[in-house]
């Protein structure tokens, strides 16, 4: 991008900040679910003294992890708008303990697009197409914002995957992915194939449709006595070349020195949205 060019988007978006954003705890009604369902809501300083629709970026959680697992990241998100490194966004942190955000023990892809995405469209001024969302995800949440990415991608522009748990094969003995009943209880190893990204990936390319994909793990991740092909990092650089060299859609890809935690995960993720919002549509008076 030309110098000019940043200089004007960085006047763009500091015209628009307006101090810190807010963080809410709301509880979304799920008829699927059939209970409330707690998500936290970041919405951008500014937010009530304008017309504007803002894109929202869905923030997917770990495994046992709930709706407050984000809360380090809405500061990060009030600097890097502040700084003109991102437009004014909303982000919606949803909870789904260890639920691998597939339909399990609950249906919570289900209940994510037929519940959550429409409550949120409904009760914010979000841009209500698929330009307007983008969605990350760590450890667990990697894998269903890739899920999501690739079979939903009529629904999200741009994916950031932080220390994903991917295995192109089956899981390894000690992942949650075993135990959680949500592949099976005790685990089958065909449901778990039907669900896992290769089943999706050449309907994903055969489609029109590209979700770019921002991919980092850390070279120091999970060390599985089973064997090296089962680490992250590994499976990180599998994925690049599924996507990118053989598929032709775009990524990127960082392996970076770290492990599996928010060391790597708070820089990746700044990395991230703003590979993302190259994607994404910026607020506007308009839907």
């Known amino acids: ?26 509880g979304i009604a799920s008829e699927i679910l059939g209970r409330e369902w707690p998500c936290k809501v970041y919405l951008p300083g500014g937010y009530d003294s304008t017309a504007s629709r803002y894109p929202v970026v869905y ?46 023990r609950e249906r919570f892809e289900s209940a994510f697009f ?22 990350a995800g760590f450890s667990m949440g ?28 089956q899981p390894p003995p ?3 992915a075993r135990s959680s009943g949500t592949f099976g209880d005790p685990f089958q190893a065909e449901v778990w194939a039907a669900r896992n990204y290769p089943a999706v990936l050449e309907t994903y390319l055969l489609q029109q449709y590209r979700a770019p994909v921002f991919i980092l793990s850390g070279d120091d991740d999970w060390n599985h006595p ?19 060299r053989k598929g032709g859609s775009p990524a990127e890809l960082r392996i970076v020195n770290g492990g599996h935690n928010w060391r790597i995960w708070q820089p990746g993720f700044i990395a ?16």
Do not use: C
């Not at 909303?90 to 260890?98: C, D, E, L, Q, W």
């Not at 991230?272 to 308009?286: C, K, L, N, V």
């Open 1 to 26: 991008m030309r110098l000019k060019s940043m200089m004007m988007l960085w006047l763009i978006y500091s015209s628009l900040w307006a101090g810190p954003g807010t963080v809410s705890r709301v």
């Open 272 to 287: 991230g949205i703003e590979y993302m919002m190259q994607f994404i549509a910026h607020p506007d008076s308009t839907n």
């Open 114 to 135: 037929s519940d959550l995405i429409p409550a949120i469209d409904r009760q914010y001024r979000t841009i209500i197409r698929r330009e307007g969302r983008a969605v």
């Open 142 to 169: 990697g894998y269903g914002a890739l899920r999501y990415a690739l079979a939903h991608s009529d629904m999200f522009a741009a994916a950031t995957l932080l220390s994903p748990a991917l295995y192109a094969q």
């Open 174 to 176: 000690e992942s949650s």
């Open 59 to 104: 923030l997917l959680h770990g495994s046992g992890g709930d709706e407050n697992e984000w809360d380090r990241i809405y500061p990060v998100l009030d600097s890097l708008i502040a700084a003109g490194s991102i437009p004014p966004l909303i982000a919606v942190a949803p909870a789904s303990g260890t639920s691998w955000w597939v339909d399990g």
């Open 226 to 244: 089973e064997g090296f092909e089962y680490n992250i990092e590994q499976q990180a650089v599998l994925l690049y070349g599924l996507l990118n």
